[in-house]
């Protein structure tokens, strides 16, 4: 399955929810770390685990900033 994540193509060997997408992807997932988007929607955390990434989604991974 081809995907694309933050602007590069990723190519997953089944279908992954976004947990597993973090997870596949080495990123860390503790509370607040990340925030997710597919498509242009915002991913609430409490829907990782159930959120399937599909064929061809774009997804962006971004941690977020502190400002000062």
């Known amino acids: 399955m081809n995907i694309t994540v ?3 193509s990723v190519t ?6 976004v947990a ?4 596949f992807m080495n990123i860390s997932v503790a509370r607040g770390t990340v925030a997710v988007a597919i498509n242009d929607e915002i991913i ?3 829907q990782w685990e159930a959120h399937a990434v599909l064929e061809k989604d774009h997804v962006t ?5 502190q400002g000062g």
């Open 61 to 65: 991974v971004v941690a977020p900033a």
């Open 12 to 17: 997953l060997p089944s279908a992954y929810s």
């Open 44 to 46: 609430p955390q409490s």
């Open 20 to 23: 597993q997408l973090l997870e």
């Open 6 to 8: 933050n602007n590069k």
